[in-house]
């Protein structure tokens, strides 16, 4: 059976081209991390704010201001633009969290929680009062399992996605997702046991 070609650049590939002045690999870009950043946003801004500020601006405005911002960003790897993109987008919902508060004094952003958490696949994983607890087992993990957890299951990428972007096959990508979830599950069991 023959494999069949990626029909698109890995997201390093596109950065380089970026870089090199290559303004259309701007364009790719964009256009292949708006949907995967949409679909991660969906719902996690606070009832609060979200009258204030539309989901899909929040989101558009986190890729222009990650484009804009390319020459201070530092590729750690594969799944690090993402990453880098998850960072962008909590900022500027908390942004819009101290925009709210100052009009009104009721909004505690520490103490708002992003809406959404429960309904996402990682809030499905472990429960939204684990939520915590899940973000813990993450850091704990080496930093290309961190990648590739969140790849999966934040941003919802299949094994064949992942491949494109870590130049690992699809199978590959599948044992190292399990190897990495089974070790989050032990250190969220240990941590719960103390």
Partial sequence: ????????AATTELLRDIRDGDRGAEQRLYERCLPTLRRWAH????????????TDDLVQVTLLRALRHLHEFESSGSGSF???LRHILLNEVRAELRKQRRRDDR???????LDGDDDSVVGNLVGHERIRAYERALAALERRQQELVVMRLEFGLDYAEIAVETGASPD?????????????????AAAQAD
């Fill in 1 to 8: 059976m023959a494999v069949l070609a990626p029909t698109f």
């Fill in 107 to 113: 909004v505690d952003v520490d103490a708002c929680p």
């Fill in 82 to 84: 993402l990453a880098y």
């Fill in 43 to 54: 719902g996690r801004m606070p009832r609060a704010v979200r009258d204030i500020s539309d």
């Fill in 172 to 188: 590959a990508v599948r044992m190292s997702l399990t190897r990495a979830l089974k070790a989050m599950t032990r250190h969220i």
